[in-house]
DNA sequence: TCGTACATACGAACGGTGTTCGTGTCAAGT
DNA sequence: ACTTGACACGAACACCGTTCGTATGTACGA
């Protein structure tokens, strides 16, 4: 990437464009821009109008390469996706594995803002996500699990990491300082707690009695607990 | 409702208003409007303006009422969960009792299109869904589930309900008639399948092999394969 | 009964959005 | 050198949430 600016234009060379040498407009760098606004500024930031500007362009340049802006949505999903690893499949560490992967694509999605937005309720097409897709049902089989179970496993799994990504981007918001956890917690959970603390006991007895464990669980600790019960019960379709 | 169109004004009567009697404006039937909109044509189509609209009035008129789109989605939300009937609660039958909470919320959430996109990943704050949530956790707690486990069964479940309903409006879209679902499984269900047979096998032969179960599988078996796992799991918390 | 004060209603506008159409411009093929 | 076809993009359309200032009807005090 050299940086031209600040160069006055040569004489005799008559700028073949407003932004001389532009640069090939594709799906990809458009995804590319996508992926930057939103890991930046949040899904809602990543406008049509927003991602030509960061081109150097108008909005209309981009629907030669995209379809609209929720295609581009899926692309960033599974841009996204081919980041999560899979380890070497081992069937007897099913189990593990599974968890393995789960958490890794619960990192990955979390790393990306509230792109999980995009994965939860959208048919899974993309080539990454099927990989993925494929990865659990190859793993799932091998454990001898039904195909009926596996393939009801995978959907659910799926659901369940995108449902947690997203409940926990509405308190991150993305911000990720040194000091990011302090500040989330006194401006979101504690006004949180607050409220939870004023209700009325009578109408809520058991709920006003449990205001701490209900704020204070991380989302880490609530997200495996989850994930051990599912894994758990997957098992018990398991032979052997 | 008595219906005066195509009666002329009584002479002497001057109009005192262009719509004459206008029906006063509250939140209440801000909320009721918009309610009637979501359920003709889903919660993208529940505009601000839509619903002034609808009232007769412009946008502005709404925002004396309602402080914003979000606070209107938000109660909107709790006038839903109001619907959720709660059966005598009994202890004893606490496991059965939850899985019917789930099902009643389920069938609720589900009767208003995708309004579950508004409950996922927002704080339970409206009275409806505390008294839900104070429900269930009585339950859990009078089979004797530690409180830390308890919190996060209801978070959990919450969760599990919502993200099941999002996933299904993607699908069944609303259209609620006689022949809807042979529609949506013309329209939908079977383009997928096509895609996912037109799909490389070396690249992904576990999952070529299984079109069938993941296509196959209604939205409701699905929903209570997960649910039996969930409560199974959660009573390996119980004493006894 | 008249005048005033107040809460509510709302027209108009601001700055944004996704998407389409028609035109312009470039580069490659003949 | 000329044609052709793909791509870029300015302008516009029809929306969106939200705010401001003004108009209006009602209730109340004098």
Redesign the pocket.
């Known amino acids: 990437m050299s940086d031209d600016s600040g160069m006055p234009t040569p004489p005799g060379h008559r700028p073949?464009?407003?932004?001389p040498a532009?640069r090939?407009?594709?799906a990809d760098v458009i995804v590319d821009t996508g992926m930057r606004v939103l890991d930046a500024e949040g899904l809602d930031?990543?406008?049509?109008?927003?991602v030509a500007q960061e081109?150097?362009?108008?909005?209309?340049?981009?629907?030669?390469?995209v379809g609209?802006?929720?295609e581009l949505y899926e692309l960033m999903h599974d841009r996204a996706a081919a980041q999560i690893r899979l380890p070497e499949p081992d069937p007897a560490r099913w189990r593990e594995q599974l968890a393995e992967v789960a958490f890794e694509a619960r990192r990955v999605l979390a790393s990306h803002r509230d792109l999980a937005r995009v994965s939860l309720g959208a048919i899974p097409v993309g080539p990454n996500v099927l990989r993925i897709a494929e990865f659990q049902l190859a793993l799932l089989r091998g454990a001898g699990i039904p195909k009926r179970i596996a393939a009801m496993a995978v959907d659910t799994l799926a659901m369940y990491v995108d449902a947690d990504v997203i409940e926990g981007a509405i308190f991150g918001g993305g911000a990720t300082g040194p000091d990011a956890e302090r500040t989330v917690h006194e401006n979101r959970i504690e006004p949180i707690r607050a409220y939870f603390n004023a209700l009325p006991p009578d109408r809520y007895p058991t709920l006003v009695g449990m205001v701490d464990e209900l704020v204070g669980g991380t989302s880490d600790e609530r997200f495996e607990f989850g994930l051990d019960i599912f894994l758990r019960g997957i098992a018990s379709y398991a032979p052997s």
């Not at 073949?16 to 932004?19: K, L």
């Not at 930031?45 to 927003?50: I, S």
């Not at 081109?55 to 390469?65: I, N, V």
């Open positions: 073949r464009r407003a932004r532009r090939p407009l594709s930031a990543v406008t049509m109008r927003r081109l150097g362009t108008g909005p209309a340049s981009l629907y030669a390469h609209s802006k929720d």
